[in-house]
Protein backbone atom coordinates (compact mmCIF):
# COMPACT_ATOMS: atom_id res chain seq x y z
CA UNK A 1 0.00 0.00 0.00
CA UNK A 2 1.20 3.59 -0.42
CA UNK A 3 2.20 6.00 1.90
CA UNK A 4 -0.17 8.15 0.79
CA UNK A 5 -2.92 5.38 0.87
CA UNK A 6 -1.82 4.49 4.27
CA UNK A 7 -2.36 7.95 5.52
CA UNK A 8 -5.43 8.48 4.09
CA UNK A 9 -6.94 5.62 5.43
CA UNK A 10 -5.62 6.34 9.13
CA UNK A 11 -6.93 9.89 8.76
CA UNK A 12 -10.09 8.33 7.90
CA UNK A 13 -10.32 6.00 11.03
CA UNK A 14 -9.22 8.66 13.56
CA UNK A 15 -12.01 10.86 12.51
CA UNK A 16 -14.58 8.39 12.55
CA UNK A 17 -13.70 6.73 15.66
CA UNK A 18 -13.16 10.09 17.75
CA UNK A 19 -16.41 11.86 15.81
CA UNK A 20 -18.55 8.48 16.00
CA UNK A 21 -19.36 9.49 12.18
CA UNK A 22 -20.94 7.34 9.79
CA UNK A 23 -19.40 8.15 6.26
CA UNK A 24 -18.76 5.52 4.35
CA UNK A 25 -15.13 3.83 3.03
CA UNK A 26 -15.45 1.04 1.57
CA UNK A 27 -18.02 0.40 -1.53
CA UNK A 28 -19.12 -2.27 -3.77
CA UNK A 29 -20.59 -2.08 -7.28
CA UNK A 30 -22.77 -4.90 -8.39
CA UNK A 31 -21.68 -5.19 -12.44
CA UNK A 32 -24.58 -8.01 -13.21
CA UNK A 33 -26.40 -11.04 -11.28
CA UNK A 34 -25.59 -12.94 -14.08
CA UNK A 35 -23.46 -15.96 -13.50
CA UNK A 36 -22.31 -19.26 -15.75
CA UNK A 37 -22.21 -21.38 -12.04
CA UNK A 38 -25.26 -22.00 -9.72
CA UNK A 39 -23.38 -22.95 -6.69
CA UNK A 40 -25.02 -24.79 -3.70
CA UNK A 41 -24.89 -21.93 -1.61
CA UNK A 42 -25.86 -18.98 -3.49
CA UNK A 43 -29.00 -17.16 -3.41
CA UNK A 44 -27.93 -14.09 -5.88
CA UNK A 45 -27.20 -15.50 -9.25
CA UNK A 46 -29.36 -14.98 -12.40
CA UNK A 47 -32.38 -13.60 -10.80
CA UNK A 48 -32.41 -11.23 -13.76
CA UNK A 49 -29.34 -11.96 -15.56
CA UNK A 50 -28.69 -8.22 -16.66
CA UNK A 51 -25.49 -6.90 -17.64
CA UNK A 52 -25.69 -3.38 -15.98
CA UNK A 53 -24.72 -0.79 -18.54
CA UNK A 54 -21.22 1.24 -18.71
CA UNK A 55 -22.40 4.16 -18.27
CA UNK A 56 -24.83 3.40 -14.94
CA UNK A 57 -21.82 1.18 -13.26
CA UNK A 58 -19.34 4.69 -14.45
CA UNK A 59 -21.90 7.18 -12.49
CA UNK A 60 -21.93 4.37 -9.54
CA UNK A 61 -18.30 4.46 -9.17
CA UNK A 62 -18.57 8.36 -9.30
CA UNK A 63 -21.15 8.62 -6.68
CA UNK A 64 -19.27 6.55 -4.69
CA UNK A 65 -16.16 8.54 -4.94
CA UNK A 66 -17.77 11.31 -4.14
CA UNK A 67 -19.31 9.73 -1.07
CA UNK A 68 -15.69 9.65 -0.02
CA UNK A 69 -15.81 5.87 -0.64
CA UNK A 70 -11.54 4.71 -1.24
CA UNK A 71 -12.14 1.08 -1.34
CA UNK A 72 -13.67 -0.76 -4.35
CA UNK A 73 -15.00 -3.92 -4.83
CA UNK A 74 -16.22 -5.16 -8.53
CA UNK A 75 -18.77 -7.71 -7.60
CA UNK A 76 -21.48 -10.14 -9.53
CA UNK A 77 -22.43 -12.41 -10.51
CA UNK A 78 -19.71 -13.46 -12.38
CA UNK A 79 -17.35 -10.32 -12.56
CA UNK A 80 -15.48 -11.72 -15.99
CA UNK A 81 -18.97 -11.96 -17.37
CA UNK A 82 -19.49 -8.06 -17.63
CA UNK A 83 -18.91 -6.12 -20.99
CA UNK A 84 -20.45 -3.32 -22.66
CA UNK A 85 -19.92 -0.69 -24.89
CA UNK A 86 -16.56 -2.30 -25.67
CA UNK A 87 -15.39 -2.15 -21.81
CA UNK A 88 -14.60 -5.21 -20.03
CA UNK A 89 -14.01 -5.60 -16.40
CA UNK A 90 -10.66 -4.58 -16.99
CA UNK A 91 -11.26 -1.62 -18.20
CA UNK A 92 -13.55 -0.90 -15.23
CA UNK A 93 -10.15 -1.25 -12.82
CA UNK A 94 -8.28 1.15 -14.82
CA UNK A 95 -10.68 3.75 -14.80
CA UNK A 96 -11.45 2.96 -11.36
CA UNK A 97 -8.22 3.66 -10.15
CA UNK A 98 -7.80 6.83 -12.59
CA UNK A 99 -10.69 8.17 -10.84
CA UNK A 100 -8.88 8.09 -7.42
CA UNK A 101 -9.83 4.88 -5.62
CA UNK A 102 -6.97 3.91 -3.62
CA UNK A 103 -7.46 -0.07 -3.30
CA UNK A 104 -9.52 -1.57 -6.05
CA UNK A 105 -10.22 -4.98 -5.92
CA UNK A 106 -12.52 -7.63 -7.78
CA UNK A 107 -14.56 -10.66 -6.75
CA UNK A 108 -14.65 -13.86 -9.10
CA UNK A 109 -15.52 -17.26 -9.30
CA UNK A 110 -12.35 -17.69 -11.16
CA UNK A 111 -13.35 -19.52 -14.15
CA UNK A 112 -12.37 -17.00 -17.04
CA UNK A 113 -8.69 -16.24 -17.28
CA UNK A 114 -7.05 -14.11 -14.50
CA UNK A 115 -6.10 -10.95 -16.60
CA UNK A 116 -5.98 -8.12 -13.74
CA UNK A 117 -2.98 -6.91 -12.96
CA UNK A 118 -4.51 -3.74 -12.27
CA UNK A 119 -6.67 -5.14 -9.14
CA UNK A 120 -5.15 -4.54 -5.77
CA UNK A 121 -6.84 -8.24 -4.92
CA UNK A 122 -8.89 -10.87 -6.99
CA UNK A 123 -10.55 -12.33 -4.46
CA UNK A 124 -11.38 -15.54 -5.76
CA UNK A 125 -13.51 -18.16 -4.41
CA UNK A 126 -12.07 -21.56 -3.29
CA UNK A 127 -14.60 -23.30 -1.29
CA UNK A 128 -11.95 -26.55 -0.51
CA UNK A 129 -9.75 -28.85 -2.25
CA UNK A 130 -11.21 -30.58 -5.38
CA UNK A 131 -13.71 -32.88 -3.96
CA UNK A 132 -15.62 -30.23 -1.19
CA UNK A 133 -15.14 -27.25 -3.86
CA UNK A 134 -16.57 -29.10 -6.72
CA UNK A 135 -19.59 -30.55 -4.09
CA UNK A 136 -20.10 -26.89 -3.38
CA UNK A 137 -19.73 -25.31 -7.03
CA UNK A 138 -19.49 -28.01 -9.78
CA UNK A 139 -17.03 -29.21 -11.25
CA UNK A 140 -14.74 -26.12 -11.76
CA UNK A 141 -11.95 -26.85 -9.60
CA UNK A 142 -9.13 -27.88 -12.22
CA UNK A 143 -10.32 -24.80 -14.60
CA UNK A 144 -10.15 -22.69 -11.43
CA UNK A 145 -6.34 -23.77 -10.77
CA UNK A 146 -5.11 -23.68 -14.36
CA UNK A 147 -6.40 -20.07 -14.40
CA UNK A 148 -4.03 -19.40 -11.19
CA UNK A 149 -1.15 -20.71 -12.35
CA UNK A 150 -1.51 -18.90 -16.23
CA UNK A 151 -2.46 -15.46 -14.19
CA UNK A 152 -0.71 -12.34 -15.27
CA UNK A 153 -0.04 -11.15 -11.98
CA UNK A 154 0.00 -12.31 -8.57
CA UNK A 155 -2.46 -10.50 -6.70
CA UNK A 156 -4.93 -13.59 -5.88
CA UNK A 157 -6.51 -13.75 -2.78
CA UNK A 158 -8.85 -17.40 -2.01
CA UNK A 159 -12.28 -16.01 -0.45
CA UNK A 160 -13.85 -19.08 0.95
CA UNK A 161 -17.62 -19.45 2.25
CA UNK A 162 -17.39 -21.91 5.51
CA UNK A 163 -20.26 -24.00 5.42
CA UNK A 164 -21.95 -27.52 6.39
CA UNK A 165 -19.80 -28.88 2.97
CA UNK A 166 -16.25 -27.93 3.36
CA UNK A 167 -16.14 -27.19 7.05
CA UNK A 168 -13.67 -29.45 7.54
CA UNK A 169 -11.54 -27.97 4.59
CA UNK A 170 -9.75 -24.71 6.27
CA UNK A 171 -6.70 -26.64 6.51
CA UNK A 172 -6.16 -27.83 2.95
CA UNK A 173 -7.13 -24.02 1.17
CA UNK A 174 -4.75 -22.18 3.79
CA UNK A 175 -1.77 -24.72 2.46
CA UNK A 176 -3.18 -24.51 -0.98
CA UNK A 177 -3.11 -20.31 -0.30
CA UNK A 178 0.86 -20.44 1.00
CA UNK A 179 2.13 -22.85 -1.64
CA UNK A 180 0.16 -21.47 -4.63
CA UNK A 181 2.38 -19.33 -7.15
CA UNK A 182 0.31 -16.01 -7.60
CA UNK A 183 -2.02 -16.72 -4.70
CA UNK A 184 -0.92 -14.45 -1.62
CA UNK A 185 -3.75 -14.77 0.65
CA UNK A 186 -7.01 -16.80 1.91
CA UNK A 187 -9.85 -14.66 3.09
CA UNK A 188 -12.70 -16.31 4.87
CA UNK A 189 -16.36 -15.91 5.84
CA UNK A 190 -19.23 -18.36 7.67
CA UNK A 191 -22.19 -18.69 5.38
CA UNK A 192 -24.87 -16.82 6.11
CA UNK A 193 -28.18 -18.02 6.04
CA UNK A 194 -30.34 -16.38 3.36
CA UNK A 195 -33.96 -18.05 3.49
CA UNK A 196 -33.53 -20.98 0.60
CA UNK A 197 -29.78 -21.95 1.97
CA UNK A 198 -30.27 -22.11 5.92
CA UNK A 199 -29.16 -25.80 5.93
CA UNK A 200 -25.64 -25.08 4.92
CA UNK A 201 -25.66 -22.59 8.06
CA UNK A 202 -22.72 -23.58 11.07
CA UNK A 203 -23.70 -24.04 14.53
CA UNK A 204 -21.86 -21.85 17.32
CA UNK A 205 -19.56 -24.84 18.25
CA UNK A 206 -18.64 -25.86 14.57
CA UNK A 207 -17.75 -22.13 13.89
CA UNK A 208 -15.89 -22.07 17.17
CA UNK A 209 -13.98 -25.21 15.72
CA UNK A 210 -13.32 -23.39 12.18
CA UNK A 211 -11.66 -20.33 14.59
CA UNK A 212 -9.80 -22.79 16.03
CA UNK A 213 -8.11 -24.28 12.77
CA UNK A 214 -7.85 -20.62 11.29
CA UNK A 215 -5.48 -19.60 14.29
CA UNK A 216 -3.73 -22.17 14.21
CA UNK A 217 -2.71 -22.12 10.76
CA UNK A 218 -1.70 -18.66 11.59
CA UNK A 219 0.26 -19.81 14.02
CA UNK A 220 1.91 -22.13 11.50
CA UNK A 221 2.40 -18.99 9.01
CA UNK A 222 -0.16 -19.80 6.49
CA UNK A 223 -1.49 -16.40 5.09
CA UNK A 224 -4.38 -15.62 6.31
CA UNK A 225 -6.60 -11.83 5.81
CA UNK A 226 -8.33 -12.07 8.31
CA UNK A 227 -8.49 -10.72 12.20
CA UNK A 228 -8.00 -13.27 14.77
CA UNK A 229 -9.26 -10.69 17.38
CA UNK A 230 -12.85 -10.49 15.60
CA UNK A 231 -13.34 -14.41 16.27
CA UNK A 232 -14.49 -14.45 19.39
CA UNK A 233 -17.19 -11.64 18.18
CA UNK A 234 -17.87 -14.17 14.57
CA UNK A 235 -18.53 -17.43 16.59
CA UNK A 236 -21.15 -15.74 18.80
CA UNK A 237 -22.58 -12.89 16.07
CA UNK A 238 -22.06 -10.05 19.12
CA UNK A 239 -20.43 -7.81 16.30
CA UNK A 240 -22.70 -4.68 15.15
CA UNK A 241 -24.48 -4.70 12.32
CA UNK A 242 -24.58 -3.25 9.77
CA UNK A 243 -21.59 -1.87 8.85
CA UNK A 244 -22.18 1.79 7.99
CA UNK A 245 -19.15 2.45 6.44
CA UNK A 246 -19.72 -0.35 3.91
CA UNK A 247 -22.40 0.56 0.94
CA UNK A 248 -23.10 -1.59 -2.24
CA UNK A 249 -24.46 -0.20 -5.62
CA UNK A 250 -27.05 -2.40 -7.76
CA UNK A 251 -28.67 -0.82 -10.43
CA UNK A 252 -28.77 2.36 -9.44
CA UNK A 253 -29.67 1.22 -6.03
CA UNK A 254 -27.74 2.06 -2.87
CA UNK A 255 -27.95 -0.12 0.22
CA UNK A 256 -25.73 0.46 3.56
CA UNK A 257 -23.48 -2.80 4.36
CA UNK A 258 -25.25 -5.12 1.67
CA UNK A 259 -27.69 -6.14 -0.68
CA UNK A 260 -29.24 -8.20 1.74
CA UNK A 261 -29.79 -5.98 4.41
CA UNK A 262 -33.67 -6.26 3.63
CA UNK A 263 -33.58 -9.61 4.63
CA UNK A 264 -35.69 -9.92 7.76
CA UNK A 265 -33.48 -11.10 10.61
CA UNK A 266 -30.15 -12.01 7.96
CA UNK A 267 -27.98 -9.68 10.21
CA UNK A 268 -28.15 -11.01 13.33
CA UNK A 269 -26.78 -14.12 11.49
CA UNK A 270 -24.60 -12.70 9.54
CA UNK A 271 -21.29 -14.54 8.59
CA UNK A 272 -19.35 -11.64 6.39
CA UNK A 273 -15.66 -11.29 8.48
CA UNK A 274 -15.41 -8.21 7.02
CA UNK A 275 -18.69 -6.77 8.58
CA UNK A 276 -17.11 -7.59 12.08
CA UNK A 277 -13.64 -6.24 11.05
CA UNK A 278 -15.04 -2.98 10.40
CA UNK A 279 -17.85 -2.56 12.61
CA UNK A 280 -15.20 -3.43 15.31
CA UNK A 281 -12.29 -1.28 13.79
CA UNK A 282 -14.89 1.92 14.09
CA UNK A 283 -16.08 1.48 17.50
CA UNK A 284 -12.15 1.82 18.05
CA UNK A 285 -11.70 -1.66 19.49
CA UNK A 286 -7.58 -1.17 19.70
CA UNK A 287 -6.61 -4.93 18.94
CA UNK A 288 -8.61 -5.09 15.89
CA UNK A 289 -6.99 -1.86 15.01
CA UNK A 290 -3.45 -2.93 15.97
CA UNK A 291 -4.28 -6.50 13.77
CA UNK A 292 -5.49 -4.91 11.03
CA UNK A 293 -2.83 -2.33 10.29
CA UNK A 294 -0.64 -5.74 10.22
CA UNK A 295 -2.83 -7.28 8.02
CA UNK A 296 -3.54 -4.73 5.80
CA UNK A 297 -0.10 -3.79 5.08
CA UNK A 298 1.19 -7.53 4.84
CA UNK A 299 -1.17 -8.24 1.83
CA UNK A 300 -1.92 -5.21 0.23
S1 LIG B 1 -20.01 -17.93 -8.64
FE1 LIG B 1 -20.76 -16.46 -7.10
S2 LIG B 1 -22.56 -15.50 -8.03
FE2 LIG B 1 -22.10 -17.34 -9.22
S3 LIG B 1 -23.42 -18.91 -8.35
FE3 LIG B 1 -21.42 -19.06 -7.33
S4 LIG B 1 -21.56 -17.78 -5.50
FE4 LIG B 1 -23.28 -17.25 -6.85
S1 LIG C 1 -24.69 -7.27 8.38
FE1 LIG C 1 -26.59 -7.66 7.30
S2 LIG C 1 -26.53 -6.34 5.50
FE2 LIG C 1 -24.43 -6.51 6.29
S3 LIG C 1 -23.53 -8.21 5.11
FE3 LIG C 1 -24.32 -9.04 7.04
S4 LIG C 1 -26.38 -9.78 6.53
FE4 LIG C 1 -25.76 -8.39 4.90
Given at each position: MKRS??????????RTVLLQKKDPILGTVILTDKCNLKCKHCSVNNITAVIYPYQQIKEEMKQLYDMGVRILFFCGGETFLWKDAGKQLRDLVVEAKQMGFLIVNV????TFPLNLPEADLILL?????REQHNKVRGDTYDTIMENIGNATADNICFYMAINQINKNAIRDVCLLAKNTPNVRAVSFNFHTPYPDTKDLALSREEKADCCAVIAQMIKEGAPVFNLKSAFPY?????????????????NGRRSTCGRCIDIPGLCEKCGYFFV???TLLFRGNLKIILEMLRTYLRYI
Open positions: SFLYFARFGIVTNGSLDGGLIDNRFPTPCHQCVVMEAEY
